[in-house]
């Protein structure tokens, strides 16, 4: 019986070495064991408000400009997530584009003003190098993204 117990908790191990093994961290790394997944969050902005969560997905977008925010897929279909980190303390990479990521960080609910949402919009465009439409925008938004701390990407 202990034999058996010592080859479990080997086999334990190296499943979790491996799982980790190829990965390039950024930040503080991921500490949180538990997966959220990023529907249930849209799904439910203010249950997580505030919260710490991990999450994964595939990196859908990176910011051209600054590498301060990638989009993340979600577990539905045609949901992203934007993960945000603060500029300069981690930079996320071009090449993360289409590459598997898992992130930690806190859940923020943003209430924008047509204003605010006018210029976030176009910021946004900039940061993409793409022309800004400005009647994409129709009045007050909100938006959910992840206040990112670590990340690892593989």
Not at 18 to 47: C, F, H, K, M, W
């Amino acid at each position: 019986m202990r034999h058996a117990a010592i080859g479990i908790l080997l086999l334990t191990f190296s499943l979790v070495w491996a799982a980790s093994a190829g990965a390039e961290t950024y930040g503080s790394g991921v500490s949180v064991t538990e997966t959220t997944a990023v529907s249930e969050i849209l799904a439910n902005p203010a249950a997580y408000q505030g919260r710490t969560v991990a999450v994964e997905g595939t990196v859908v977008e990176v910011c051209a400009k600054r590498g301060c925010w990638v989009e993340l897929s979600s577990d539905q279909k045609y949901q992203t997530i934007r993960i945000k980190v603060t500029d300069g303390v981690i930079v996320f990479p071009m090449s993360a584009r289409g590459k598997h990521a898992r992130v930690q960080g806190t859940v923020e609910e943003l209430q924008m003003s047509a204003e605010q949402a006018l210029a976030a919009a176009r910021h946004h465009a900039e940061e993409q190098g793409k022309a800004f439409d400005p009647s994409s925008v129709s009045g007050p938004t909100t938006h959910v993204r992840i206040r990112a701390t670590g990340a690892e990407i593989r």
